[in-house]
């Protein structure tokens, strides 16, 4: 069930009862070096929400938070989310939403428990939209489904997205060098959040030498650019990527100054003074317009800064900067294959013609042009029409290479990279989906599948955590989810977290990646999960003449 902000008065009312009567009898503490949290027994797993990282100023970095242990704090509801466009389908942009949002939350069986993995989870949204609000997020779940005798401290985050992440403040007037991290918050925001998990979550039974962050699509590109990082990399032993090569790539500076005169101009702000001043309900009637204006080059995508963001992070990752990090990483076979559904005719019937799909990869091409990192290839004399050659349904062959280029080849090309300089590295390929009819049954209009019933987008996700009514649109009646693979997919995210290798009693063997045998486990459309050498090599061997942009061939 989704957990909404408690209203501020029954907040004080809760307050007041636990100054006067004590903790109730649910009530849990973890005294921390930062405060004395007070969360609940959520029927046998701890729970503690709405938990504060970071202090925030508008458009600087965020300080460290300055409560102590003698501060009791209450943590048994969300904090806000990022402010963001209100989407029917991303439930995040439907609780309250604020420029202060560095919150985060934690879940485990029993902090009294010590020295047990840490999972820090980063979500996605295309770096506009997504909380911790989500019940797809609700770490819960995964927690109270370990095995018995067995824990972990599962940590979710909010950060800074969107125009409250990603501008350039020197367009405006009065602008100092305190104002010069605004170009990339956001992973200012996570590193802030792995920070106060070393310093505090040893209160919880976490053990701070063994820190895995999670993301998925954007917070999996943002897993990617922490990674690449030795001043951040040193926060965390390991790193799960699930289809995050969509946001991987880093725009230049060039892109993000033109960005911010726009942004500004439409906010009506002239000087730093005015945009530190500016309130969440002016962010919040101009955000969805700014969006729509930027199109593919929206705010809050990651910049090569030189400074936040290594202006060659990909060659970085080459050379070993993540060599100590170990890496599960995968995403699946049908990641945005909504782009080919007829919308006007049908929720899951593929168009007649590709010539949308192909628009929109030049049009992503064209205005992305100059992200370093990103994989391209569309306008390349041949490369398109010798694909569409390769199979006999044109439309379903120009979905497929959507999909490869902007997330499945690349995904391929990081394993293959970080597996040269470090052996526990592992990667998986999502190919089971619900009954794509039998979803549309259960879902309706806001069903979400792909016309030739592949698993989309956030797929593996929702089987990771295991919350079943979080994404319905995707994966249909919750009671007819299956729990074995549920406990498949938790187990091997936990197995990964807790050894650095994802292999456990309830799925085969998985060997890790290397360049020669280049082993990839399939969770295959019958629920199956099997370890193939070189699987998609034809298709693979075919996307090896592109390169990532801006990488040099030495």
């Excluded at 040893?202 to 990082?229: C, H, K, R, W, Y």
């Excluded at 955590?465 to 187990?491: N, R, V």
Aim: with cysteine.
């Amino acid at each position: 069930m989704k957990k909404f902000l408690l209203p501020i008065v029954f907040a004080g009312i809760l307050m007041m009862t636990l100054c006067f009567c004590g903790c109730s009898d649910s009530a849990v503490k973890a005294v921390a070096p930062t405060g004395t949290y007070i969360g609940q027994d959520n029927d046998g797993v701890d729970e503690f929400l709405g938990i504060r990282y970071g202090n925030m100023e508008p458009f600087k970095a965020a300080t460290d938070v300055t409560t102590t242990s003698e501060d009791e704090i209450e943590a048994t509801s969300f904090g806000a989310n990022c402010i963001q466009p209100y989407d029917e389908v991303e439930a995040a942009s439907q609780d309250p939403c604020s420029q202060d949002c560095l919150f985060l939350n934690v879940w485990t069986k029993d902090v009294k428990t010590e020295d047990k993995p840490v999972i820090m989870f980063i979500h996605g949204g295309s770096c506009i939209w997504g909380g911790t609000t989500d019940p797809s997020y609700d770490g819960e779940y995964f927690i109270r489904n370990l095995p018995e005798g067995e824990d972990c401290v599962l940590v979710t985050i909010n950060y800074r997205m969107s125009i409250m992440s990603g501008v350039d403040m020197s367009v405006l007037e009065g602008y100092t060098d305190e104002y010069a991290d605004a170009i990339n918050l956001s992973k200012k925001d996570q590193t802030q959040a792995l920070k106060w998990i070393q310093e505090n979550i040893s209160a919880f039974g976490g053990d701070p030498d063994n820190v895995t962050i999670m993301g998925q699509s954007a917070g999996g590109g943002a897993v990617e650019m922490l990674m690449a990082d030795p001043d951040t990399n040193k926060y965390f032993n390991r790193a799960i990527i699930n289809s995050g090569t969509q946001s991987r790539e880093a725009v230049s500076k060039e892109t993000v100054k033109k960005n911010s005169k726009i942004i500004f101009d439409m906010l009506g702000v002239c000087t730093v003074e005015e945009a530190s001043k500016i309130t969440d309900e002016e962010i919040s009637e101009n955000i969805s317009d700014i969006v729509e204006k930027l199109g593919r080059a929206h705010p809050g995508l990651k910049c090569a800064d030189g400074n936040i963001i290594s202006e060659t992070w990909w060659e970085d990752l080459e050379n070993g900067s993540a060599a100590s990090i170990d890496l599960l990483i995968g995403g699946t076979n049908g990641e945005e294959d909504w782009h080919a559904v007829d919308w006007d005719n049908g929720v899951s019937d593929p168009i007649s013609d590709p010539e949308s799909i192909y628009d929109y990869m030049v049009n992503t091409d064209t205005m992305r042009s100059d992200a370093y990192g990103r994989y391209y290839g569309v306008e390349v004399d041949g490369f398109y029409d010798n694909f569409i050659k390769k199979g006999d349904d044109p439309v379903k062959q120009a979905m497929d290479l959507y999909n490869e280029i902007y997330f499945n080849y690349p995904t391929q090309m990081i394993a293959e990279t970080q597996s040269k300089n470090n052996k526990n590295t592992y990667l998986y390929y999502w190919e089971y989906a619900p009954d794509k009819d039998e979803v549309v049954e259960y879902s309706g209009d806001s069903a979400e599948v792909s016309p030739w019933g592949r698993a989309l987008h956030c797929m593996d996700l929702c089987f990771e955590f295991g919350t079943k009514e979080g994404y319905t649109e995707l994966t249909g009646d919750p009671d007819k989810m299956s729990d074995d693979l549920i406990a498949q997919a938790q187990s091997m995210v936990y197995s990964f977290a807790k050894t650095g290798n994802p292999n456990n009693d309830l799925i085969s063997e998985w060997k890790a990646y290397d360049d020669n045998t280049k082993y990839n486990m399939v969770i295959t459309a019958d629920g199956e999960w099997k370890c193939h050498s070189n699987y998609r090599s034809d298709v693979i061997d075919y996307l090896r003449q592109l390169k990532p942009y801006g990488v040099s061939d030495n």
